[in-house]
């Protein structure tokens, strides 16, 4: 598991604490553990996943604090932590979580191509690469699919998309909220 990019696990009745062996990618951009039976806290060992662009953790029976070590998590984008037991308050460091916060360059989820022509690299979506320059792509041939949930409603979004969403869904938890 030391190159994954992407592990989906969800709706699987998983039974226990989070896996250590889920956290050891130093690749892993997507981990979608979600709708199992997981306890406990989230390791803080979730901090050394420097390039986890989505963590989905929704409707298992973690609890405790949410855990400061997430704001670590430099190149996140979505996380959804809903559905679980944690208590306490968000962490202050989420509102310094750059949430979406991509760079042009990134394109991981796979619907870009980068090509050198003229001695200039180009960006070329897929289908006007095989479309107008008649030349195979491959970029189809990597997609993450992610399923997300925003008020009440479960959306799939697959590919490039995933490089311009964000969002941070922490409800349906026991966390309060610390006045100034």
């Known amino acids: 598991m030391k190159y994954l990019e992407h592990l989906h696990l969800q709706g699987n009745m998983f039974i226990g604490l989070i896996p250590r062996d889920f956290l050891n990618s130093s690749y892993l ?5 979600r709708d199992n039976r997981l306890f406990g806290s989230i390791p803080n060992s979730i901090s050394a996943l420097l390039k986890l662009k989505i963590l989905l953790l929704r409707g298992n029976l973690l609890s405790g604090f949410i ?14 932590l809903s559905n679980n037991s944690f208590s306490g308050p968000i ?7 750059r949430f979406g916060e991509t ?18 690299f180009l960006t070329v979506y897929p289908g006007y690469w095989v479309k107008y320059w008649r030349y195979p792509s491959f970029a189809y041939e990597e997609k993450d699919e992610v399923e997300f949930v925003t008020k009440n409603r479960r ?5 490039d998309i995933l490089n311009f969403m ?9 966390l309060t909220v610390k006045s100034p």
């Open 91 to 97: 962490p202050r460091c989420f509102g310094h979580i």
């Open 103 to 120: 760079k042009k360059e990134y394109y991981e989820f796979g619907q870009f191509h980068y090509s050198l022509y003229a001695g200039n």
């Open 67 to 80: 855990p400061n070590h997430l704001c670590h998590l430099t190149e996140i984008s979505l996380m959804d």
């Open 155 to 159: 959306d799939s979004y697959v590919g």
């Open 29 to 33: 951009l997507t981990l979608d553990i």
């Open 166 to 174: 964000s969002g941070l869904d922490l409800s349906c938890n026991n």
